[in-house]
Structure formats: C-alpha cells, structure tokens
C-alpha cells in the first residue's frame, strides 16, 4: 500500500489523476483543500492519522503545502521509520522553501516533476535530490474534460470572453512574510490594474468574468463591477474548467489557473502591475500586459 499525504490542492490534484490512472492501491492522510479534490476524484476514501499511515504503507507519495507543515511531518517521519518517500512539486517556483519549517529541512528521497521546464528548475534548485520526469496526470485530465464541456453558443460580433483569475495576495504575505504587500502590490490592485488596460486585449468585449481563487469569498471584488463601465461577471459559480472552456482569454498574475488557459488552446496574459515581485510563469507563450501597453503607447 503506498501512503498518500497533501493538503494544499495543486500537488493533490497531480496525485490524484495519477492513483486514478493507474488503479494503485493507497491509504490516505489528509487535510484542507487536498480532502475535497481526493473524493472528487477517487470518491469517499478512509482516512488515516499520519503516524498509522507511515506506520502501515510500503513507501510515501507525498505533495508539498505553502503554509501547512502535513508534508513535512510527513518526509520527517518517514526517514526516521526507513521509509522511501517520494514528493510530487507542482507549479514551478519556491521549490527548495517547501521543505524547511521551523528552521529544519526535511528532505525526500526522490522528487517527481510533471514537465521539462519544472526539471531545469528543480535540478538547479534542488541538485541533491534524485528527479524523475513523471507525465502530469492532471493535464492529461484537464485536456480530456475540457473537450468534453460543451461549448456555449455564442451570438455573431458579440465580442471576445475573458476569465480574470484571482489570488489572494494579502493573505500569502502576511502568512508568510508577515506583510500583506510583500509583493509589491495586492490583488484589488492588480485586477484594477488589469481591468484599467483590458481594452488593448479586444476591441469587442463581450463579458469578463472575475474568479475568486478557492480560498476567497466568492464576493470578494464585487466592488468592481460599480467601479468600471465593463460588462463585469464577479463570483460566477461555475467550475474553473466550464470557465476557461467558455473564454477566450484568460488572465491573471502568476496562478495555476493560467497554465489550465494554456492547455485549453486560449490566449494568456499575466497582469502583474509594474514594480510587482510575484516570480512570472515560465512558459513563453504568456503574455505580459505591460508589454502590451508599452507596445501600444508607441504605436499613438
């Protein structure tokens, strides 16, 4: 039995796809966000407290947390019992930071990387540790179901979709730095930003929808909708999926979201504001909105 521990949702999502994939038979410790991907995914699943878990599996499959310390309980554990312990990193920033709490590092016997750019980044940033490139089940997943979503039908001229996706900011950096503006900026700041320039996107807009990241209240920027003459969707409850299918662009900072965007074949822009210290996505074909409007004052 492989012991499965998470409790932030990005590298849940990678296990999960995974387990479901391949039939493999798993106990699971989990907390937060990672118990509602898991049942939507492999259904109602047994829980186990962390040491029973160590205790009992064969081997770990472990993700990493931005604030929890689960997953580092977790390596810490299974080195002590001789445990192999294997941690899947998602996104591709602030890998060698997950593992040290408290000021002690706790380190896995293996990381697994779901594409080649996460590999350049992990082997510079984590040289020590063995690597293996393991496909991302998740994208192959998030492929597969968004050719399935039906498409909405949409009137002739009626202008493009862009799906705006938010993160909390403020709260990320009072957690960990202790400062709600460590970046340099917030997110209220950073959809004025976008929602200031959102015309050099499309002559034709025809709705842009705000989403509230999972941890926000979905009316968290209602404020904008009184704010700026646009057709403004704020907290529509669909899912992140039925969202990106029904845009044409997709735009934010530096979420996970965006890369979804990719995936789906849209346009992808990142709306950080000048000055902002948020680490950009790597993939190339993102667009920077402050390119776009420096392009755009030379050409007036």
């Not at 492989?2 to 106990?27: F, K, P, T, W, Y």
């Not at 580092?72 to 192999?84: E, F, S, V």
């Not at 926000?216 to 299918?245: N, S």
């Not at 995936?263 to 667009?287: M, N």
Request: aromatic share 8%.
């Amino acid at each position: 039995m492989i012991g499965v521990v998470g409790h932030d949702a990005g590298a849940m999502e990678i296990i999960s796809s995974h387990i479901r994939r391949q039939g493999l038979d798993c106990g699971f410790c989990l907390e937060g966000a990672a118990v509602n991907v898991v049942a939507r995914k492999l259904g109602t699943v047994p829980l186990l407290p962390l040491e029973a878990l160590v205790e009992q599996c064969e081997w770990l499959l472990c993700g990493t947390s931005f604030l929890s310390d689960l997953e580092w309980r977790a390596i810490g554990l299974a080195r002590r019992a001789g445990k192999r312990c294997v941690v899947v990193l998602d996104h591709w920033v602030n890998y060698r930071q997950r593992f040290t709490r408290h000021g002690q590092w706790h380190w896995p016997d293996e990381v697994w990387v779901g594409d080649e750019t996460a590999a350049r980044i992990a082997q510079e940033d984590l040289p020590d540790l063995k690597q293996t490139l393991v496909p991302n089940a998740y994208f192959m997943d998030i492929q597969d179901e968004i050719k399935a979503i039906p498409m909405p039908p949409r009137a002739p001229g009626a202008g493009l979709n862009i799906l705006y996706v938010c993160e909390p900011l403020r709260d990320d950096g009072v957690a960990l730095y202790g400062d709600e503006r460590y970046w340099g900026y917030t997110e209220e700041e950073a959809l004025t930003y976008f929602l200031s320039h959102v015309r050099l996107l499309a002559d034709e807009i025809n709705r842009i929808v705000v989403r509230p990241h999972p941890q926000e209240p979905l009316g968290k920027y209602d404020w904008a909708a009184t704010q700026f003459d646009l057709p403004l969707i704020c907290g529509e409850k669909k899912t992140l999926l039925e969202q990106i299918a029904a845009c044409d662009i997709v735009a934010g900072c530096a979420t996970m979201a965006m890369v979804v965007g990719l995936l789906a074949g849209k346009r992808v822009v990142s709306c950080i504001p000048p000055g902002g210290k948020t680490v950009p996505l790597p993939q190339r074909e993102i667009e920077d909105m402050l390119r776009l409007i420096l392009v755009s004052q030379t050409q007036h």
